[in-house]
C-alpha cells in the first residue's frame, strides 16, 4: 500500500479482555517496529521484527504482551488479559532494512481499557 | 543507555521563527530525526540528518547538529499555524538494527 496501515484505528475493551493490534507495513518494508505512546509520555519502543523474526523483545511490558509477524507483512500486537494502564496508542513503523534508516508511522491504534 | 530530552512546549506568534531544541546521550548515534504528529494523528518524518553533517535546509526547516555538545535543533522559518503539532526528536545507532529512541515531544503551539 501506500503507506502505514493500522487497525483498528479505535478500541475500547473492558479490563480482563485480551485485544489483538493489527499493522500493514509499506510493501517491500522488510524491518517493522511497534511503539507506545502513553498520555503525557514520549514514545516507547516495545518490538521490532525483521522478516519475520523478532530479535529484540525486550521492550515488552510484561508478558501479557506478544507480537507475530507473518509472511514477513502483516503483524499484530496482542495483549492478554488488558490492564487499564495497558491504555495508550499504539504506533507501527516499517523501513526498508538495507540502508532504511526512515521509519514511516501509521496512524496508529487508540487503546482505552475500561 | 540512550536518552533524548526535549522541552515540552514552545509558544510563538504566526510569522515568527520557531526552534525546537533536543539533546540526546549516546555520541555513537548515527540518524537523528524530526517528526512531526498533528491532534489524532500519526507520526510523520519531517527530515533527518546524518551524524557527519552539522546543518541541513529543506524549504522552511533548517537542522542544526552540535555532536561535540549532543544538541540538535529544529529552525522553522515564518511559522504558520498549520506548524501548531508535537514535534519529536529522535535517534538511531549505527548498525543494521534501526531501533530508534525519541523523545517526549515538544507541543508547538502558533498564535495567529
Known amino acids: 500500500g501506500a503507506g502505514v496501515s493500522q487497525s483498528p484505528s479505535n478500541k475500547v475493551t473492558e479490563k480482563g479482555k485480551d485485544v489483538e493490534l493489527r499493522c500493514d507495513p509499506i510493501?517491500?518494508?522488510?524491518?517493522l517496529y511497534w511503539y507506545r505512546q502513553s498520555l503525557g509520555q514520549g514514545l516507547e519502543f516495545l518490538i521490532y521484527?525483521?522478516?519475520?523474526?523478532?530479535?529484540?523483545k525486550s521492550g515488552l511490558p510484561s508478558d501479557r504482551f506478544s507480537a507475530e509477524r507473518t509472511g514477513g507483512s502483516v503483524s499484530t500486537l496482542t495483549i492478554q488479559r488488558t490492564q487499564q494502564e495497558d491504555s495508550a496508542v499504539y504506533l507501527c513503523?516499517?523501513?526498508?532494512?538495507?540502508?532504511?534508516?526512515?521509519?514511516?508511522f501509521g496512524p496508529g491504534t487508540r487503546l482505552l481499557v475500561l | 543507555g540512550e536518552d533524548v530530552e526535549q522541552s515540552l512546549f514552545l509558544s510563538v506568534r504566526e510569522g515568527d521563527s520557531s526552534v525546537i531544541n533536543c539533546t540526546y546521550t549516546?555520541?555513537?548515534?548515527?540518524?537523528l530525526y524530526w517528526y512531526k504528529q498533528e491532534p489524532g494523528a500519526g507520526l510523520q518524518l519531517l527530515t533527518y540528518?546524518?551524524?557527519?553533517?552539522d546543518m541541513k535546509q529543506d524549504q522552511r526547516l533548517t537542522v542544526l547538529l552540535n555532536k561535540k555538545d549532543k544538541h540538535l535543533s529544529l529552525r522553522i522559518a515564518d511559522t504558520q499555524t498549520g506548524d501548531s503539532a508535537i514535534y519529536f526528536c529522535?535517534?538511531?545507532?549505527?548498525?543494521?538494527?534501526?531501533?530508534?529512541?525519541f523523545g517526549i515531544g515538544t507541543k508547538l503551539q502558533v498564535i495567529p
Open positions: 510493501s517491500g518494508h522488510t524491518a
Open positions: 549516546d555520541s555513537s548515534s548515527t540518524y
Open positions: 540528518i546524518f551524524s557527519n553533517m
Open positions: 529522535a535517534e538511531s545507532l549505527s548498525g543494521g538494527y534501526q531501533k530508534v529512541t
Open positions: 513503523a516499517s523501513s526498508l532494512a538495507l540502508g532504511g534508516e526512515t521509519q514511516y
Open positions: 521484527f525483521q522478516g519475520n523474526s523478532a530479535p529484540d
